[in-house]
T-cell receptor, first 110, second 111 residues
Framework: GENVEQHPSTLSVQEGDSAVIKCTYS??????FPWYKQELGKRPQLIID?????GEKKDQRIAVTLNKTAKHFSLHITETQPEDSAVYFC?????????FGKGTRLHILP | EAQVTQNPRYLITVTGKKLTVTCSQN?????MSWYRQDPGLGLRQIYY???????DKGDVPEGYKVSRKEKRNFPLILESPSPNQTSLYFC??????????FGPGTRLTVL
């Protein structure tokens, strides 16, 4: 079946440093790639997304890159802050079915 | 306020006792979906609906039913719950199947 692999499962970075989370997908028909942040005890919320006709998108300290040929996309968080501590999920979608990665728990160390 | 609501938020039940988790959205979204979240497994799609009277299986549909008789409601039905359905369930809606707006979650325990 279709699959989204997400790495690493846990990531610890020093406050102020950058964090990178990577995902690969198997369904070449996927055309929408969102990233969700889930804080402890809360619901997932969209933080950034990218469509298949774009290679990179940036929103302040957050950026996402997409390589359709290699079928992988990445989330980059710069100048990390304590409030960035959460679980992050990538996903791949083709307008109907959505496949999520297993998540990355990001710890920001003081 | 634009939102997705789920009820109940917490439920403890016993094996085999039919239950329904309701989901409602007030954003006039056509797309609605149910997910379960389990430690180490992330979010897995159970069923989704692209419009009224249209439902499709996600990745883990076994043991679940859904219906979409009205645009705003998308209930999840467990006809005969089993302990392996103990999980955190999220309903979500979206305008076109892209950005998902999640409900607050329903924590279900099946004894």
């Amino acid at each position: 079946g279709e699959n989204v692999e997400q790495h690493p499962s846990t990531l610890s970075v020093q406050e102020g440093d950058s964090a990178v989370i990577k995902c690969t997908y198997s369904d070449s028909a996927s055309n929408y790639f969102p990233w969700y942040k889930q804080e402890l005890g809360k619901r997932p919320q969209l933080i950034i997304d990218i469509r298949s006709n774009v290679g990179e998108k940036k929103d302040q300290r957050i950026a996402v890159t997409l390589n359709k040929t290699a079928k992988h996309f990445s989330l980059h968080i710069t100048e990390t802050q304590p409030e960035d501590s959460a679980v992050y999920f990538c996903a791949a979608s083709r307008d109907d079915k959505i496949i999520f990665g297993k998540g990355t728990r990001l710890h920001i160390l003081p | 306020e634009a939102q997705v609501t789920q009820n109940p938020r917490y439920l403890i039940t016993v094996t085999g006792k039919k239950l329904t988790v309701t989901c409602s959205q007030n954003m006039n979204h056509e797309y609605m979906s149910w997910y379960r979240q389990d430690p180490g497994l992330g979010l897995r799609q159970i069923y989704y609906s692209m419009n009224v009277e249209v439902t499709d299986k996600g990745d883990v549909p076994e043991g679940y039913k859904v219906s979409r008789k009205e645009k705003r409601n998308f209930p999840l039905i467990l006809e005969s719950p089993s302990p392996n359905q103990t999980s955190l369930y999220f309903c979500a809606s979206s305008f076109n199947g892209n950005e998902q707006f999640f409900g607050p979650g329903t924590r279900l325990t099946v004894l």
